[in-house]
């Protein structure tokens, strides 16, 4: 009877965790899944949050009337992510043309391709490549100069929400930072070898840290007594102590402004971003089409000053014929849907 009987995919239940709620973040099924649950999803949003598990692009619309994408036209999404703004310029093309997708982290990346082919925009119209983009002049000679570029210098919610990453000084987890966790040096092992005057600098110029000096000289003094930094939560607990000194009342804002500050002057360190974007800028212009447009979203002050610089600069060159005057920045009702969209800037350029 059984040899008879159509063969039957065998259910997999999910795993089951102890209490009320999952501890653990490889349990908890609907932030590693976010949309299967639409129903959740809604709700988080609706209160200003955004979902475990996954990102909520910002100024789409903003971005989609500026770069007037047109279908048949080669375009570029420098920085791939969650996939959510890429998903948006591939329906502007409907199925004519092509997006190149560009992403240094190989664990995000899988999946958003993943996510993008169930949603029907597979290889004919869109390649994602593990490629930094710094490097775009490379991918330019290879497939050519593009019609619009896109580029969303945000770290990905789902990077910051997975503990395993190390990008969230609020849950416990290896102080990594590293968008690519396959290479270079982790935020740990950074510190294991910095002076007092380097931290001091890197916090100053990667994040306006108040601090700066405070939070340098308990660090290090932590490290000189052979003790590891080697997590989120003891980073965090250092900021903490060495802003002992700030009146009660404030103490508690600013150990968490600061807490997020030191986590972004380390990531930017580690992953060298400035020196990545200043290669992209320099190198932009040159793979855009003529009359090719650009909008680039950055999320603090030293981001946005190397943009304007280079875009004012190259627009002296005649590299451009058009580059905002002012930051575009997202709606009200935008950013209290979305926490997160409140210090994002918008910059563009149109290739001469």
Request: with cysteine.
């Amino acid at each position: 009877m059984k040899d008879n009987q159509p063969n039957q995919t065998e259910h997999k239940r999910r795993v089951r965790y102890k209490g009320t709620h999952p501890r653990k973040y490889s349990e908890k099924y609907k932030e590693l899944n976010p949309e299967k649950y639409a129903d959740t999803i809604e709700k988080v949003i609706q209160k200003g949050s955004t979902p475990a598990g996954m990102h909520i692009s910002i100024m789409v619309p903003e971005i989609l009337d500026f770069l007037q994408i047109k279908p048949g036209q080669r375009g570029l999404d420098a920085t791939l992510g969650y996939g959510g703004h890429t998903r948006k310029m591939l329906e502007c093309l409907q199925g004519q043309g092509h997006i190149y997708g560009l992403d240094v982290d190989p664990i995000e990346s899988e999946k958003t391709k993943k996510r993008l082919a169930d949603a029907g925009f597979g290889e004919d119209i869109l390649t994602v490549k593990l490629m930094n983009f710094a490097d775009i002049d490379k991918l330019a000679a290879e497939v050519g100069g593009f019609d619009f570029i896109l580029a969303d210098l945000g770290v990905s919610s789902m990077q910051i929400d997975n503990p395993e990453r190390g990008f969230s000084y609020k849950v416990e987890g290896p102080l990594d930072l590293r968008l690519n966790p396959e290479q270079g040096m982790s935020a740990a092992e950074r510190l294991q070898h910095i002076t007092k005057e380097e931290f001091t600098g890197m916090l100053e110029e990667n994040a306006d840290e108040p601090y700066a000096d405070e939070i340098a000289e308990v660090v290090v003094s932590e490290i000189r007594k052979g003790r590891k930094i080697d997590t989120t939560t003891k980073l965090a607990e250092l900021v903490e102590q060495a802003l002992s000194g700030v009146p009660k009342a404030e103490r508690k804002d600013a150990v968490k402004k600061s807490c997020a500050r030191t986590f972004q002057a380390l990531r930017i360190d580690v992953n060298n971003e400035f020196e990545v974007l200043d290669a992209f800028l320099e190198k932009l212009p040159v793979v855009l089409n003529p009359g090719g447009r650009a909008a680039i979203l950055t999320f603090h002050s030293g981001e946005d000053r190397l943009v304007k610089k280079s875009f004012k600069w190259h627009k002296q060159l005649g590299d451009y014929t058009e580059i905002a005057r002012d930051v575009v920045r997202p709606s009200k009702e935008e950013c209290i849907r979305n926490s997160r969209a409140h210090s994002t800037k918008m910059r563009w350029a149109v290739k001469a």
